[in-house]
């Protein structure tokens, strides 16, 4: 900084300064400072800079790995956030589920001298891992944690998925289904929980009669394997008419095993999915589902993450923000088929 410094004729306090607020310099000075760092090629030193300002410029994400569209989405929407605003990211992947994998992987980023986490993580253990550790550093959970408690170091942001059940459900409804079937994810997860709580409430308000099909992850796969294992019920008289699937990988698996078992979609059953991942759009028939702002719950973590950092107090709810999803209609669902349907 010394070099770049004589090199421009100004101080070593202008040239930091210019470095970290650059607002505060006149624009020639920047220039001429901007130039001397080109040519001498200058970067600066990141160890040194968290040693005298106590801050890495690091944000440590807490996740489960890529292997499920919501969360590898959110963390990459959190990277995108946290390089918009000058940050590092450093990612931990949960290597198992239960308490003491979420313990470690917390340790993990605290030992690196991270800034602030973010959890995207939508499980019940981790959140509760969360609750109860007392992290030394800011963290943010992305998730619609019910029992979320927020702290003065724990804040909770999170796409509302009661919410996006209830579009789902709702637009079945009007279109004269009355006989309904939900095929959930996972109860580990968050928003499984939370998505099959709104399907029943939403057919209690409407007096219509809910079925309830567990899937064993959330897989095309599973949904290949609960379609299989349904075809003969969903055939008769009595079966259901539409399908909520927990997410539109589950949704694509029920539709090829409706294609093998003869059942046409949505002349036979309606099938509405959630998250909207971007196959969705291309399959025979397209998939009505749920869009998930992801890319904003990215941006709300980082503002959440900054409101603790700065020492302000809690918004007085639950979560700093709540973001609404979105339907999005395709071909895959249609008015209920004209058949005997007991309710």
């Known amino acids: ?112 001298g991270v800034d602030g986490i973010i959890v995207v993580a939508p499980l019940m253990d981790v959140a509760q891992v969360v609750e109860r550790a007392a992290p030394s550093v800011p963290v943010v959970v992305a998730a619609a944690n019910p029992n979320a408690e927020p702290t003065k170091m724990v804040r909770y942001v999170c796409v509302d998925q009661r919410a996006g059940a209830r579009l789902a459900v709702e637009y079945l409804i009007r279109l004269g289904h009355r006989k309904i079937a939900h095929v959930s994810g996972l109860d580990s997860w968050i928003d499984a929980s939370e998505r099959l709580a709104e399907f029943r409430n939403v057919a209690n308000e409407n007096d219509i009669e809910a079925l309830e099909f567990p899937a064993d992850g959330w897989a095309a796969a599973d949904g290949y394997a609960v379609g299989l294992q349904r075809a003969e019920q969903i055939r008769s008289e009595q079966g259901p008419t539409a399908i909520f699937a927990a997410n539109d990988y589950i949704a694509q698996g029920l539709l090829r095993a409706f294609w093998e078992c003869g059942i046409r979609v949505p002349q036979d059953i309606s099938v509405i999915g959630f998250d909207d991942v971007e196959s969705s759009e291309y399959f025979i028939p397209s998939i009505s589902t749920v869009r998930q702002p992801f890319d904003l719950l990215g941006q709300a973590a980082m503002e959440a993450l900054t409101s603790v950092q700065l020492g302000d107090a809690p918004t007085g709810g639950r979560f700093e923000a709540v973001l609404e999803p979105e339907l999005i209609v395709r071909g895959s669902c249609a008015p209920a088929p004209a058949r005997k349907v007991s309710v």
Do not use: C, K, W
Request: charged fraction near 20%; charge should be positive.
């Open 1 to 112: 900084m010394s070099d770049v410094a004589a090199r421009a004729g100004v101080s070593h306090q202008t040239v930091s300064r210019v470095l970290n607020n650059p607002d505060q310099v006149r624009l020639d000075t920047r220039e001429r400072v901007q130039q001397a760092i080109d040519e001498l090629g200058y970067r600066r030193n990141g160890a040194a800079r968290a040693l005298a300002t106590a801050r890495s410029r690091t944000i440590g994400i807490l996740t489960i790995g890529n292997a499920h569209f919501g969360p590898s989405s959110t963390v990459n929407s959190v990277e995108s956030a946290a390089r918009s605003r000058g940050y590092f990211v450093s990612v931990s992947s949960l290597e198992s589920s239960g308490e003491s994998a979420a313990h470690r992987a917390l340790a993990q980023l605290v030992d690196q």
